[in-house]
């Protein structure tokens, strides 16, 4: 019996079957479209011709209607399905209850790579679901990145995983409208990132600048000191940021949506704390 069944064979499912092989497992491959397996079996991979094959299923796919699409109605009886592919948290919830009926057993997942960065270091997955079925194959899993045990509840894995990139697509969109910002005096893009790098590294860092460090408490204290940069001094600048793109003749979702929240903010009084503040109208809608 092989080691690890792989279902989905888009650009991850293929770099997670190949470095499985890599790593030396004997691995299986099930793809709804068949033919995208045939590099994979030239590489070593059995192509099986149910996706329900051995003990242990990774499923990386569109969705997690995708999974329901492939496995059926085929009973699940001591198999342990792990899935990394996109959903929301209900929805891996539910999965994990439509597997646990069919006898199996659920481990969710995000993992935090593109798949060029599979199985390389500091790659890492969030896993959620029952612990004792992660250790159990936490050994094989390791071979794509390191194992990050979340929880017990199913969707904390994509809770992990979907709070991360919204920090991950909503930075790279800033810098796409700074780019197209500076581009319309004619600066180039690649002008910026030195500055955005710096940027980036000094919010990570202990310093001064260290927001996330900053945030991370204050958010957990639930104060906000604004003395030296207030939320109102930001909420009035970013205003301006929006009036120079407006100016610029650059579209304005996001930096419109971003002063709203902050006016929003400042308009409930706290005016005076500082951007962590930012996080009270966030939690009340
Ligand atoms: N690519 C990345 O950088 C990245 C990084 C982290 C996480 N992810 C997540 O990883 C998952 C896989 O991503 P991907 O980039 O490999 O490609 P993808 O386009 O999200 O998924 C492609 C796979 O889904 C299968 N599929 C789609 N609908 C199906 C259905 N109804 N029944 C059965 N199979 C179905 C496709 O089968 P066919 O070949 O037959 O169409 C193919 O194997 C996604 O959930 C994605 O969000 C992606």
């Known amino acids: 019996m092989s080691d690890v069944t792989v279902i989905g064979l888009g650009p991850m499912g293929s770099a997670m079957a190949r470095t499985f092989l890599a790593a030396g497992h004997d691995v299986t491959v099930w793809n709804r479209t068949a033919s995208k397996a045939d590099p994979l079996v030239a590489e070593g991979a059995r192509r099986a011709a149910e996706p329900v094959t051995g003990e242990l299923l990774v499923i ?48 969710t997942a995000g993992i935090m790579v593109p798949p060029p960065g599979i199985g390389q270091p500091g790659a890492y997955t969030f896993y959620s679901g029952p612990k004792e079925a992660l250790d159990r194959h936490a050994g094989t899993l390791e071979a794509l990145s ?8 199913p969707g904390l894995a994509m809770m992990f995983y979907q709070a991360q990139l919204f920090v991950f697509w909503s930075s790279l969109t800033s ?24 940027l980036h590294a000094d919010l990570a860092s202990d310093g001064p600048m260290g927001y996330i460090k ?30 120079t793109l407006r100016a610029a003749g650059l579209e304005t979702t996001v930096p419109e949506a971003l002063h709203r929240l902050f006016a929003r903010a400042d308009a409930e ?17």
């Open 146 to 153: 390191a194992v990050t045990y979340v929880g017990e509840d």
């Open 60 to 107: 990386s796919q569109i969705s997690y209607q995708a999974m329901y699409d492939s496995l059926g109605e085929a009973r699940l009886d001591g198999r342990t399905v792990v899935n990394l592919s996109s959903g929301t948290p209900a929805e891996l919830r539910e999965a994990a209850r439509w597997v646990a009926e069919r006898g199996g057993t659920l481990i």
């Open 175 to 198: 810098f796409m409208y700074a780019a197209a910002l500076l581009g319309t005096a004619g600066v180039r893009p690649d002008a910026l990132v030195p500055f955005v790098r710096e």
């Open 214 to 243: 900053i945030l991370g408490e204050e958010l957990g204290s639930g104060v906000y000191p604004g003395d030296e940069n207030s939320l109102h001094m930001q909420a009035v600048g970013m205003g301006h940021v929006v009036e």
């Open 269 to 285: 009084g706290r005016g005076d704390e500082g951007i962590g503040t930012v996080v009270e109208s966030i939690r009340k809608p």
